[in-house]
């Protein structure tokens, strides 16, 4: 990928309200697609992960992501948002556009959950 | 399984001393990445590992660094001589596959340089 885009740097959502974080990336050939999540004071931890097949790809903590191709997008949605999570977000791409397969991370969205 | 782990997980120093920074990888991985997070500049790339050699360090910012991977189980990253600007969280990851597939993230050594 030659840039990864996370549009918005803060989220805030209701609890119980719809969560979307949207990923856009810049990519000519396939792109292998993760979602992280990072606490506070802590590392990076999967969210989900697509590499192949099924275009929407369910996660851990009810969150789920969409590739579609035609946008370059992997929006990540959670139907109802609860106040654990709230935390960082980052989107991952990886493709070999450079010739080999390298990481790209997106710049993160804030998460915050309102009660 | 314990997960990755890195040492120190804070660590103050003045400008001008050397810092060692440490990782060990889940057993089995075969890739190893270290990362800097800066609320300036995010979360950089630094170096990616495979199979103990170094594939990309396109990252390293400038001759000041240096990482090391003498076995599978063991990385160091280095600055020498440090300087303020590299205050910031350093992140060690692992994969078992090489850039396609999963990172395993440590919990980061926090770096202040005084």
């Known amino acids: 990928a030659q840039s990864v885009t996370q549009l918005g740097s803060h989220v805030s959502v209701s609890e119980g309200a719809l969560v979307l974080l949207r990923c856009n990336y810049s990519s000519s050939v396939p792109p292998y697609l993760f979602w992280y999540v990072q606490y506070p004071n802590q590392g990076l931890q999967l969210l989900l992960k697509y590499t192949t097949g099924a275009t929407l790809v369910k996660g851990i903590n009810g969150f789920e992501a969409e590739f579609k191709k035609s946008e370059t997008s992997f929006h990540l949605t959670k139907p109802s948002a609860h106040m654990s999570d709230a935390a960082e977000y980052f989107c991952d791409v990886s493709d070999n556009t450079s010739g080999t397969y390298k990481y790209i991370f997106g710049t993160g969205t804030r998460l915050k959950v309102l009660a | 399984d314990a997960g990755v782990i890195q040492s120190p997980r804070h660590e103050v120093t003045e400008m001008g001393q050397e810092v060692t920074l440490r990782c060990k990888p889940i057993s089995g991985h075969n890739s190893l990445f270290w990362y800097r997070q800066t609320m300036m500049r995010g979360l950089e790339l630094l170096i990616y590992?495979?199979?103990?050699?170094?594939?990309?360090d396109s990252g390293m910012p400038e001759d000041r660094f240096s990482a090391k991977m003498p076995n599978a189980s063991f990385s160091t990253l280095k600055i020498q001589p440090s300087e303020p600007r590299d205050s910031a969280v350093y992140f060690c990851?692992?994969?078992?596959?090489?850039?396609?597939?999963?990172?395993?993230f440590g919990p980061g050594t926090r770096l202040t340089v005084l």
């Open positions: 990851a692992s994969s078992l596959a090489g850039p396609t597939d999963t990172q395993y």
């Open positions: 590992f495979n199979n103990n050699v170094p594939i990309d």
